[in-house]
């Protein structure tokens, strides 16, 4: 039998994760003003980008999470030049059905190259006690790495030039105007930001969980019930959202079913919307 | 820029002729293109009935997969399980799903935008994971699906789905150019200027809400009728809405016919694809999907009156 | 002083947008067939008036009688129907949809009888001959014609003009304020917020005076004119 404080734990893990997913599409969101329905298939995209290079190329699954995000940074760049940035005057249901198109897109690209296959990353495996408790290897290092590049995302957004005037347009998007701040170079910026979150975020995935084409569906619910949790925007309430959707995973799993644990994002999403469409966290 | 009376007059004739064309087709056509041609007027229902509220509201639903999944679940377990005739099943099957989204639209429709579009998904996936678990396993035989057979000739279910289909664009028809479909367009070009008019908003959302619940419902009921067989990924299935989606965006969304054009264009193209490239089939909807948002945005029929090849009229 | 009963009646209106008082205890009524300026710095509170009395926005406190029957926490549309008719600062018309669909999709009634009203508004603007053309086509001038076309459309006694004259080419500007004249002395009610104190000094009878939401200054123009100390103080002149 696992112990609440083992079942907290275990969702505050899956959390740190979910989050990262939940950051990035909040930052595209808020500041580019595109709602990328698409944003899971990226965290399937870094999971596969793992996969691949820890069975081909035998890379170190801990250097890929490294390396996806310069990958995804740059391919959110390109992408968002090519496609989304014509869409940004637009009104934002075209960029809802815009990416929906390339969601549907990427996975079915992804299964017709990769097929339905479960693949798994078997790299980290086994357990470890830890005062009187038993953690995953995988899991615990997913967890410090998602801290990891959380951490340096919050220092990113704190004290760099760019960071600040994302923030600050995340805050009010007229700020950035009257500051002076470019702000066709800054959506870029911050497309690539997101789509790395999330390629980061599906590396990370890959060491625990297994990965297939359409895993996206079920980080994008995610992603949006984290958003809507947290406030359109808003990272620190990103955050949040992403750690108490891990716990009530973690919870309803273990006391319903798995199958319960599934409704959670929808359940949220139309309960926040309903009762607290602003999100429940000040920005 | 009226038209002359003459050239109505063969619209008209137009119109009645495809009308006796497609009353006849059971008679001489064979099975297989009966059951294209249904498929493409359920497909035309549920086009022209997301388009009657999105495309004239401007709020995008995202979940016209739980009207065609409700509706498609309380008929298909009417018939199944307590012996109803689909003559009953179906119009039941539709009116409580229209009630249903009443409540639904009063809760729903007050969120806007991109929220209202994911707030209709959540629902959607809700329910479907909903109807799948082992709670109501008693009522929806779970994930496992109900098959079943109602017993009624295809010809006869073509001409039901003929007749709705009709009813459908009739209404259509009538609405868009009405003092109605303009106050649901206004509520599309800028809502609080609406209501600062006098126009109420909400119950008019709402109305239009149910009315496309109540046509998109009734062909879901056809439809799993006609399938002999529901489940939850099928019912409430993502397809099932991007579908009617892609069509009404490349026939011209807010159009009356357009809607109709999609539909058949993109079931003979998901007949040829699906036969040929199977494996590729979502990609190939994925991509048109972009490219006509990216290029060709006011679909077929917008397109053909912006460039004033017909008449910038609502009625078309 | 006139004895009639004020059309409009704002009675201790507070709002608050989290710490801030948009509007604190404001209070003052309204002459029916009078056309008055509301005035103030940015942020005075004006636009957010507009919203409370059009039912756009909720007061905190206060209330709202409209013909002397209380409006407060109605409905917009309700309001509207009414007869509280108003424009945007931020024109807000529905542009793809014509001229004429515009006019109509406000009107009630027998669909002939729109129709004929809303060609007589087109003409009243001047817009007639672009009834078939889409809103966005016009100028902003024009746009802010067919707004208040719309309202006129609703039948609405009090008309509730949020900066007529802002961005507009001078002889635009006349046309407009002198159909307002033309339509005041037909009977209908103004309440006008403009920048521009020519436009208020040159066409508004009384004038209200608002900063920090609160009401500092009520008078005729000349009242206020002579208030050298007001001008200077709030307008920078």
Redesign the interface.
């Known amino acids: 039998m696992l112990n609440f404080l083992e079942i907290l734990i275990r969702g505050l893990m899956l959390g740190s994760v979910y989050a990262l997913v939940g950051m990035g599409l909040t930052l595209v969101w808020g500041v580019v003003g595109i709602v990328n329905i698409a944003h899971g298939e990226f965290v399937m995209l870094g999971a596969y980008f793992a996969f691949w290079a820890f069975s081909l190329l035998h890379l170190n699954p801990l250097l890929s999470v490294l390396l996806s995000i310069p990958v995804f940074f740059s391919l959110g760049v390109g992408i968002h030049k090519k496609i989304t940035e014509r869409l940004v005057k637009e009104h934002e249901l075209s960029a809802l059905i815009l990416t929906f198109g390339m969601s549907i897109l990427i996975w079915n690209l992804a299964q017709f190259f990769w097929t339905n296959t479960y693949r798994s990353v078997s790299y980290l495996t086994g357990n470890f006690p830890l005062m009187g408790l038993v953690f995953a290897k995988s899991k615990t290092v997913s967890f410090g790495l998602a801290v990891g590049i959380t951490a340096g995302l919050f220092l990113f957004l704190k004290y760099s030039k760019w960071g600040k005037a994302i923030r600050a347009t995340s805050q009010n998007p007229e700020v950035a105007l009257v500051c002076g701040i470019n702000t066709m170079k800054m959506r870029m910026f911050t497309y690539g930001m997101g789509i790395a979150l999330a390629g980061a975020a599906g590396t990370i995935i890959s060491l625990q969980w297994v990965i297939f084409p359409q895993m996206g569906a079920s980080y994008i619910s995610k992603a949006f019930a984290i958003v809507v949790l947290g406030g359109l925007g808003n990272i620190h309430g990103a955050l949040a959202g992403g750690l108490i959707i891990g716990i009530l995973e973690a919870m309803v799993t273990q006391y319903l079913s798995a199958k319960m644990a599934q409704i959670i994002p929808s359940a949220t999403i139309l309960l926040i919307l309903l009762l607290k469409p602003t999100g429940l966290f000040k920005k | ?1 009226r038209r002359p009376p003459l050239q109505k007059n063969h619209a008209y004739l137009g119109i009645a002729a495809l009308l006796a064309f497609l009353i006849a087709i059971p008679f001489f056509a064979s099975d297989y293109w009966i059951t294209l041609v249904t498929l493409i007027l359920i497909f035309t229902v549920y086009a022209s009935g997301w388009n009657l509220f999105s495309g004239l509201t ?1 709020y ?1 639903n ?1 979940g016209l997969a739980w009207f065609i999944g409700v509706s498609g679940y309380i008929s298909s377990l009417l018939i199944a399980d307590h012996s109803f005739s689909w003559l009953f099943a179906w119009p039941i099957g539709a009116v409580l799903t229209s009630i249903a989204s009443i409540g639904v639209g009063y ?2 429709l007050r ?1 806007k ?3 209202f ?3 209709m ?3 959607t ?2 329910t479907r ?2 109807f ?3 709670y109501l396993t008693a009522i929806t035989h779970g994930g496992k699906g109900v098959p079943f057979v109602a017993g009624i000739k295809l010809s006869s279910l073509y001409w039901a789905i003929l007749l709705l289909a009709t009813l459908t664009l009739l209404i259509c028809y009538k609405i868009t150019s009405s ?1 109605f479909g ?2 649901l ?2 509520i599309r ?2 809502e ?10 909400t119950r008019d959302k709402i109305i239009a809400f149910a009315l496309s619940a109540f046509l998109v419902g009734l062909a879901g009921a056809i439809h799993f009728t006609y399938q002999n067989y529901i489940d939850p990924s099928f019912a409430f299935s993502i397809h099932l809405t ?1 579908t009617p ?1 892609v069509m009404t ?1 490349f026939g011209g969304v807010g159009t009356v016919f357009g809607p109709v054009i999609g539909a058949t264009l993109f079931t003979f193209i998901h007949e040829i694809l699906w036969a040929e490239l199977s ?5 190939v ?6 490219v006509l ?2 290029f060709f ?1 006011q679909g077929l029929l917008g397109w053909m009156k912006e460039r004033e090849i017909l008449p ?1 009229i609502r009625k078309i | 002083m006139s004895t009639k009963e004020p059309i409009l009646r704002i009675e201790g209106v507070v709002k608050k947008f989290g710490e801030v008082l948009a509007l604190d205890h404001c209070s003052f009524d309204v002459k029916p067939g009078s056309i008055t300026g509301l005035i103030g710095p940015n942020g005075a509170g004006k636009t957010t008036l507009f919203n409370i009395i059009t039912g756009v926005l909720q007061p905190d406190q206060g209330h709202i009688y409209f013909g002397g029957e209380e409006i407060t926490g109605k409905k917009p549309y309700e309001i509207a129907r009414k007869g509280v008719g108003r424009t945007y600062q931020i024109i807000r018309i529905f542009p793809k949809m014509t001229l004429l669909e515009n006019l109509i999709v406000v009107g009630k009634g027998r669909e002939r009888k729109v129709i004929e009203k809303a060609m007589d508004l087109l003409h009243l603007v001047k817009l007639s001959e672009k009834r078939d053309d889409y809103a966005s086509d016009l100028s902003f001038g024009q746009q802010k014609l067919l707004s208040l076309a719309q309202v006129l459309m609703l039948d609405a006694q009090l008309i509730l003009l949020d900066e007529p004259a802002a961005g507009i080419n001078p002889t635009l500007q006349n046309e407009l304020m002198a159909l307002v004249h033309r339509l005041n002395e037909q009977g209908k009610t103004f309440i006008i917020v403009e920048h521009d104190m020519k436009v208020i000094l040159g066409h508004c009878e009384n004038v209200i005076a608002l900063n920090y939401g609160q009401k500092i200054a009520e008078g005729s123009c000349s009242e206020i004119e002579r208030d050298e100390n007001l001008l200077e103080h709030y307008f920078g002149r």
């Open positions: 820029m401007g995008t995202f809760i729903l969120i935008g991109v929220y579009a994911i707030s998904v959540a629902l996936e809700g994971e909903l799948g678990t082992e003092k303009l106050r367009l206004a070009e800028d609080l200027a609406a209501e600062t008019l006098g126009i109420r908003t991007l989606i965006l494996l590729l089939y979502m990609s909807f994925g991509a048109i999907l972009m948002i990216l945005p910038r």
